[in-house]
Protein backbone atom coordinates (compact mmCIF):
# COMPACT_ATOMS: atom_id res chain seq x y z
CA UNK A 1 0.00 0.00 0.00
CA UNK A 2 1.45 3.48 -1.08
CA UNK A 3 1.69 5.74 1.63
CA UNK A 4 2.21 9.23 2.06
CA UNK A 5 5.86 10.01 2.95
CA UNK A 6 5.28 12.36 5.92
CA UNK A 7 2.62 9.99 7.29
CA UNK A 8 4.17 6.88 9.59
CA UNK A 9 2.72 3.49 9.25
CA UNK A 10 -0.66 2.67 11.30
CA UNK A 11 -1.15 -0.47 12.67
CA UNK A 12 -4.41 -1.73 13.59
CA UNK A 13 -5.39 -4.85 16.38
CA UNK A 14 -8.02 -7.15 15.74
CA UNK A 15 -11.94 -5.60 15.53
CA UNK A 16 -12.69 -6.99 19.35
CA UNK A 17 -9.76 -5.02 20.66
CA UNK A 18 -11.70 -1.81 19.16
CA UNK A 19 -14.99 -1.82 20.62
CA UNK A 20 -16.11 -0.65 23.39
CA UNK A 21 -15.31 -1.19 27.57
CA UNK A 22 -14.62 -5.37 26.62
CA UNK A 23 -11.96 -4.38 24.49
CA UNK A 24 -10.14 -2.19 27.08
CA UNK A 25 -10.54 -4.66 29.68
CA UNK A 26 -9.16 -7.48 27.69
CA UNK A 27 -6.19 -5.52 26.84
CA UNK A 28 -5.88 -4.55 30.26
CA UNK A 29 -6.35 -7.71 31.74
CA UNK A 30 -3.34 -8.97 29.35
CA UNK A 31 -1.03 -6.52 30.40
CA UNK A 32 -1.79 -7.17 34.08
CA UNK A 33 -1.22 -10.81 33.84
CA UNK A 34 1.88 -9.92 31.78
CA UNK A 35 3.01 -8.23 35.21
CA UNK A 36 3.25 -5.01 32.81
CA UNK A 37 1.48 -2.23 34.98
CA UNK A 38 3.27 0.48 35.28
CA UNK A 39 2.87 3.56 38.20
CA UNK A 40 2.00 5.86 35.30
CA UNK A 41 3.21 9.17 33.97
CA UNK A 42 4.61 11.08 36.53
CA UNK A 43 3.43 14.90 36.74
CA UNK A 44 6.21 17.79 36.18
CA UNK A 45 6.51 21.01 36.51
CA UNK A 46 7.07 21.30 32.81
CA UNK A 47 6.00 18.42 31.57
CA UNK A 48 7.43 17.35 28.04
CA UNK A 49 5.49 18.18 24.80
CA UNK A 50 7.30 16.66 22.21
CA UNK A 51 6.21 17.87 18.06
CA UNK A 52 7.42 15.55 15.44
CA UNK A 53 9.15 17.63 12.62
CA UNK A 54 9.71 15.84 9.16
CA UNK A 55 12.87 17.21 7.44
CA UNK A 56 15.45 16.03 5.15
CA UNK A 57 13.53 13.31 3.35
CA UNK A 58 11.17 13.53 0.03
CA UNK A 59 9.09 15.95 -0.21
CA UNK A 60 9.61 17.88 3.25
CA UNK A 61 7.90 21.03 3.96
CA UNK A 62 9.88 24.34 4.05
CA UNK A 63 9.88 25.36 7.67
CA UNK A 64 10.68 28.31 7.40
CA UNK A 65 11.48 30.04 11.14
CA UNK A 66 8.07 31.86 11.45
CA UNK A 67 6.74 28.15 10.41
CA UNK A 68 8.79 26.73 13.37
CA UNK A 69 7.71 29.85 15.37
CA UNK A 70 4.03 28.27 15.20
CA UNK A 71 5.00 25.18 15.78
CA UNK A 72 6.85 25.47 19.46
CA UNK A 73 5.18 28.49 20.77
CA UNK A 74 1.41 29.76 21.42
CA UNK A 75 0.59 32.53 19.24
CA UNK A 76 -1.86 34.96 19.24
CA UNK A 77 -3.97 35.94 16.22
CA UNK A 78 -1.70 38.41 14.94
CA UNK A 79 0.93 35.37 14.94
CA UNK A 80 3.19 36.58 17.76
CA UNK A 81 4.44 33.80 20.32
CA UNK A 82 2.28 34.24 23.72
CA UNK A 83 3.43 31.33 25.43
CA UNK A 84 5.64 28.38 25.18
CA UNK A 85 4.00 25.26 23.73
CA UNK A 86 6.26 22.60 22.79
CA UNK A 87 9.42 21.46 25.01
CA UNK A 88 10.95 19.87 22.48
CA UNK A 89 11.38 18.81 18.96
CA UNK A 90 11.71 15.21 17.14
CA UNK A 91 13.37 15.61 13.49
CA UNK A 92 12.68 12.63 11.44
CA UNK A 93 11.87 11.48 7.84
CA UNK A 94 10.32 8.30 6.25
CA UNK A 95 11.70 8.32 2.95
CA UNK A 96 14.87 9.22 1.89
CA UNK A 97 15.40 11.99 -1.19
CA UNK A 98 16.41 8.99 -3.12
CA UNK A 99 13.33 7.30 -2.90
CA UNK A 100 14.55 4.67 -0.33
CA UNK A 101 12.87 4.42 2.75
CA UNK A 102 14.55 5.08 6.18
CA UNK A 103 11.51 3.51 8.10
CA UNK A 104 10.70 -0.18 6.89
CA UNK A 105 7.89 1.19 4.85
CA UNK A 106 6.16 -2.21 2.13
CA UNK A 107 7.09 -0.64 -0.65
CA UNK A 108 10.57 0.51 -1.91
CA UNK A 109 14.37 -0.03 -0.90
CA UNK A 110 15.84 0.49 2.45
CA UNK A 111 18.01 3.71 2.60
CA UNK A 112 21.97 3.03 2.21
CA UNK A 113 24.73 4.77 3.94
CA UNK A 114 24.79 7.45 1.72
CA UNK A 115 20.91 8.35 2.55
CA UNK A 116 21.92 8.16 5.76
CA UNK A 117 24.61 10.64 5.47
CA UNK A 118 22.63 13.27 3.63
CA UNK A 119 19.95 13.19 6.27
CA UNK A 120 22.52 14.93 8.69
CA UNK A 121 24.07 17.09 5.73
CA UNK A 122 20.11 18.03 5.64
CA UNK A 123 19.73 18.55 9.24
CA UNK A 124 22.89 20.58 9.83
CA UNK A 125 23.12 22.80 6.47
CA UNK A 126 23.43 26.37 6.79
CA UNK A 127 19.87 27.39 6.05
CA UNK A 128 18.85 23.43 7.42
CA UNK A 129 16.36 23.03 10.24
CA UNK A 130 18.11 22.95 13.07
CA UNK A 131 19.56 26.28 12.41
CA UNK A 132 16.01 27.70 11.61
CA UNK A 133 14.53 26.42 14.87
CA UNK A 134 17.48 27.70 16.71
CA UNK A 135 16.04 30.95 15.31
CA UNK A 136 12.57 30.71 16.29
CA UNK A 137 13.20 29.65 19.85
CA UNK A 138 15.30 32.88 20.21
CA UNK A 139 12.18 34.69 18.68
CA UNK A 140 10.10 33.18 21.17
CA UNK A 141 12.36 33.52 23.92
CA UNK A 142 12.73 37.88 22.93
CA UNK A 143 8.77 38.15 22.89
CA UNK A 144 8.23 35.83 26.07
CA UNK A 145 10.51 37.17 28.38
CA UNK A 146 12.50 33.92 28.61
CA UNK A 147 15.95 34.82 28.30
CA UNK A 148 18.60 31.59 28.02
CA UNK A 149 15.26 28.86 27.98
CA UNK A 150 16.48 26.34 25.22
CA UNK A 151 14.35 23.60 23.00
CA UNK A 152 15.06 19.98 22.99
CA UNK A 153 16.42 18.11 20.58
CA UNK A 154 15.80 14.71 19.53
CA UNK A 155 16.95 13.28 15.68
CA UNK A 156 16.22 9.59 14.47
CA UNK A 157 17.59 6.84 14.48
CA UNK A 158 17.24 5.08 10.73
CA UNK A 159 16.19 1.72 10.72
CA UNK A 160 19.19 -0.51 9.59
CA UNK A 161 17.24 -3.01 7.66
CA UNK A 162 18.59 -6.45 7.96
CA UNK A 163 17.51 -7.44 4.29
CA UNK A 164 19.95 -5.34 2.97
CA UNK A 165 23.11 -7.05 2.98
CA UNK A 166 25.37 -4.30 3.84
CA UNK A 167 25.30 -0.58 4.82
CA UNK A 168 28.90 2.31 3.95
CA UNK A 169 28.65 4.70 6.10
CA UNK A 170 31.15 7.62 7.13
CA UNK A 171 33.93 5.54 5.14
CA UNK A 172 33.44 2.34 6.99
CA UNK A 173 30.98 -0.82 5.57
CA UNK A 174 28.62 -2.84 8.35
CA UNK A 175 26.83 -6.31 7.31
CA UNK A 176 23.39 -5.69 8.61
CA UNK A 177 22.64 -9.54 8.12
CA UNK A 178 24.11 -9.57 11.91
CA UNK A 179 22.76 -7.63 15.02
CA UNK A 180 26.58 -7.41 15.51
CA UNK A 181 27.08 -5.36 12.42
CA UNK A 182 23.57 -3.07 12.61
CA UNK A 183 24.46 -2.03 16.44
CA UNK A 184 27.63 -0.87 14.99
CA UNK A 185 26.37 0.96 12.22
CA UNK A 186 23.80 2.69 14.94
CA UNK A 187 26.46 3.56 16.89
CA UNK A 188 28.68 5.01 14.12
CA UNK A 189 25.68 7.25 13.37
CA UNK A 190 24.62 8.13 16.63
CA UNK A 191 28.44 9.09 17.62
CA UNK A 192 28.28 11.07 14.05
CA UNK A 193 24.78 12.99 14.86
CA UNK A 194 26.73 13.66 18.69
CA UNK A 195 30.13 15.15 16.90
CA UNK A 196 28.11 17.48 14.24
CA UNK A 197 25.39 18.84 17.37
CA UNK A 198 28.72 19.47 18.98
CA UNK A 199 30.17 22.12 16.51
CA UNK A 200 26.60 23.53 15.50
CA UNK A 201 26.46 27.23 16.58
CA UNK A 202 22.68 26.60 18.02
CA UNK A 203 22.74 28.32 21.18
CA UNK A 204 19.13 28.12 21.90
CA UNK A 205 18.69 24.35 21.06
CA UNK A 206 19.83 21.56 24.05
CA UNK A 207 20.74 17.69 22.27
CA UNK A 208 18.95 15.55 24.64
CA UNK A 209 17.64 12.25 22.92
CA UNK A 210 17.50 9.97 20.04
CA UNK A 211 14.15 8.39 18.48
CA UNK A 212 13.80 4.93 17.41
CA UNK A 213 11.87 5.08 14.34
CA UNK A 214 10.51 1.48 13.58
CA UNK A 215 7.07 1.85 15.28
CA UNK A 216 7.16 -1.71 16.53
CA UNK A 217 9.55 -4.23 17.96
CA UNK A 218 9.64 -7.73 16.34
CA UNK A 219 11.65 -10.91 17.30
CA UNK A 220 14.34 -9.74 14.48
CA UNK A 221 14.95 -6.76 16.78
CA UNK A 222 14.47 -7.33 20.33
CA UNK A 223 18.05 -8.30 20.93
CA UNK A 224 19.20 -5.35 19.05
CA UNK A 225 17.48 -2.36 20.84
CA UNK A 226 18.77 -2.56 24.11
CA UNK A 227 22.25 -2.18 22.99
CA UNK A 228 21.18 0.57 20.92
CA UNK A 229 19.68 1.82 24.43
CA UNK A 230 23.17 1.07 26.20
CA UNK A 231 25.14 3.27 23.41
CA UNK A 232 23.18 6.43 23.03
CA UNK A 233 22.90 6.73 27.79
CA UNK A 234 27.07 6.03 27.53
CA UNK A 235 26.15 9.35 25.30
CA UNK A 236 24.01 10.60 27.85
CA UNK A 237 20.86 11.46 25.85
CA UNK A 238 17.41 9.59 26.12
CA UNK A 239 16.37 6.75 23.92
CA UNK A 240 12.29 8.06 23.10
CA UNK A 241 9.46 5.81 20.92
CA UNK A 242 6.42 6.30 19.78
CA UNK A 243 4.83 2.59 18.51
CA UNK A 244 1.67 2.54 16.82
CA UNK A 245 -1.66 1.17 17.94
CA UNK A 246 -1.05 -2.82 18.58
CA UNK A 247 2.20 -2.75 18.05
CA UNK A 248 4.71 -5.57 18.61
CA UNK A 249 6.98 -4.80 21.92
CA UNK A 250 4.32 -1.38 22.82
CA UNK A 251 3.68 -2.83 26.40
CA UNK A 252 7.64 -3.74 26.45
CA UNK A 253 9.19 -0.61 26.26
CA UNK A 254 10.82 -0.33 29.44
CA UNK A 255 12.20 -3.41 29.50
CA UNK A 256 13.69 -2.76 25.94
CA UNK A 257 15.46 0.50 26.83
CA UNK A 258 13.35 3.42 25.91
CA UNK A 259 13.58 6.07 28.44
CA UNK A 260 9.84 7.46 27.65
CA UNK A 261 7.22 6.38 24.86
CA UNK A 262 4.24 7.68 23.88
CA UNK A 263 1.16 5.46 22.25
CA UNK A 264 -0.12 6.30 18.77
CA UNK A 265 -3.83 5.89 18.91
CA UNK A 266 -4.17 6.09 15.01
CA UNK A 267 -7.48 7.38 15.88
CA UNK A 268 -7.60 10.41 12.87
CA UNK A 269 -6.54 8.63 10.03
CA UNK A 270 -9.46 6.28 9.78
CA UNK A 271 -12.77 7.21 9.54
CA UNK A 272 -13.97 4.03 10.29
CA UNK A 273 -12.29 3.72 13.59
CA UNK A 274 -14.80 4.29 16.27
CA UNK A 275 -14.01 7.05 19.12
CA UNK A 276 -13.93 4.31 21.39
CA UNK A 277 -10.33 3.72 20.30
CA UNK A 278 -9.16 6.22 22.16
CA UNK A 279 -10.97 4.93 25.20
CA UNK A 280 -8.76 1.70 25.26
CA UNK A 281 -6.06 4.11 24.15
CA UNK A 282 -6.19 5.67 27.30
CA UNK A 283 -6.66 2.61 29.17
CA UNK A 284 -3.34 0.97 27.52
CA UNK A 285 -1.38 4.17 28.25
CA UNK A 286 -2.22 3.93 31.66
CA UNK A 287 -1.23 0.04 32.39
CA UNK A 288 1.64 0.39 30.70
CA UNK A 289 2.92 3.76 31.85
CA UNK A 290 3.11 5.21 28.44
CA UNK A 291 1.97 8.40 27.09
CA UNK A 292 0.02 9.76 24.16
CA UNK A 293 0.01 11.02 20.83
CA UNK A 294 -2.43 13.27 19.20
CA UNK A 295 -2.48 13.37 16.08
CA UNK A 296 -3.80 15.06 13.02
CA UNK A 297 -3.32 16.35 9.57
CA UNK A 298 -4.05 18.75 6.75
CA UNK A 299 -7.28 16.85 6.09
CA UNK A 300 -8.75 18.15 8.43
CA UNK A 301 -9.27 21.41 6.78
CA UNK A 302 -10.40 19.73 3.27
CA UNK A 303 -12.14 16.71 4.46
CA UNK A 304 -15.76 16.60 6.39
CA UNK A 305 -14.49 13.09 7.43
CA UNK A 306 -11.61 14.31 9.36
CA UNK A 307 -12.79 17.66 10.26
CA UNK A 308 -13.76 17.07 13.87
CA UNK A 309 -11.48 14.31 14.63
CA UNK A 310 -9.03 16.00 16.66
CA UNK A 311 -11.43 17.31 18.88
CA UNK A 312 -11.91 13.62 20.72
CA UNK A 313 -7.76 13.56 21.38
CA UNK A 314 -8.77 16.77 23.52
CA UNK A 315 -11.55 15.94 25.12
CA UNK A 316 -9.91 12.42 26.22
CA UNK A 317 -6.67 14.46 27.65
CA UNK A 318 -9.86 16.56 29.20
CA UNK A 319 -11.25 13.74 31.05
CA UNK A 320 -7.65 11.95 31.98
CA UNK A 321 -5.15 14.78 34.10
CA UNK A 322 -3.10 12.03 34.98
CA UNK A 323 -2.32 11.62 31.37
CA UNK A 324 -2.38 15.26 30.58
CA UNK A 325 -0.20 15.72 32.80
CA UNK A 326 2.62 13.75 31.58
CA UNK A 327 4.49 13.72 28.75
CA UNK A 328 2.96 13.98 25.35
CA UNK A 329 4.06 13.66 21.62
CA UNK A 330 2.44 15.48 18.62
CA UNK A 331 2.30 13.93 14.77
CA UNK A 332 0.74 17.15 13.04
CA UNK A 333 1.29 15.57 9.31
CA UNK A 334 3.83 17.81 9.03
CA UNK A 335 2.51 21.06 9.51
CA UNK A 336 -0.93 21.29 10.25
CA UNK A 337 -0.16 22.72 13.43
CA UNK A 338 1.13 26.28 12.27
CA UNK A 339 -1.70 25.86 9.82
CA UNK A 340 -4.17 25.34 12.53
CA UNK A 341 -3.03 28.38 14.25
CA UNK A 342 -3.10 30.91 10.99
CA UNK A 343 -6.06 29.83 11.02
CA UNK A 344 -9.01 33.18 10.53
CA UNK A 345 -12.19 31.41 11.19
CA UNK A 346 -13.66 31.36 14.35
CA UNK A 347 -14.55 27.81 14.79
CA UNK A 348 -10.53 26.46 14.10
CA UNK A 349 -9.33 29.40 16.00
CA UNK A 350 -11.80 27.78 18.61
CA UNK A 351 -10.07 24.80 18.66
CA UNK A 352 -6.26 25.83 18.35
CA UNK A 353 -7.12 27.49 21.74
CA UNK A 354 -8.65 24.44 22.79
CA UNK A 355 -5.11 22.37 22.13
CA UNK A 356 -3.61 25.39 23.80
CA UNK A 357 -5.00 24.76 26.96
CA UNK A 358 -4.83 21.03 27.22
CA UNK A 359 -1.12 20.98 26.01
CA UNK A 360 -0.55 24.25 28.61
CA UNK A 361 -2.59 22.46 31.10
CA UNK A 362 -5.17 25.34 31.97
Same mark, same amino acid.
Given at each position: ????????????????????????? %?????????????????????????????????? #?? +???????????????? #????????? *???????????????????????? +??????????????????????????????????? *???????????????????? #????????? %?? #????????????????????????????????????????????? *??????????????????????????????????????????????????????????????????????????????????????? %??????????? +???????????????????????????????????????????
Amino acid at each position: MQHPPHERIRLALPPYVCSGIQGIM %RIVALFAMAGLYGAGPVSQARPDRWILVYKGGSQ #SP +AYSVNDLLHLVSAVDT #SGQPRSWLC *TGAVLLALRATSGRNYYPLPDGAP +ADGDDWTKYLDSLFARGGPLVHLDSAVALIDAAVG *TPGRRLAVAIMIPYPHPRSD #SLRFNGQSY %RL #SSDLGRGAAITAYVHEVERRFNGLKAPHLSFQAFYWLNEGVTAVD *TALVPKVSAEVHRLGARFLWIPSFGAAGAARWRVLGFDQAWLQPNYFFHPDVPVTRLDTTVAIARATGMGLEIEFDRRMFTSWQFRD %RLEPYLAALED +APDLRAGPLAIYDGAGTLYALARAKDGWHRALYERFVAVLQGS
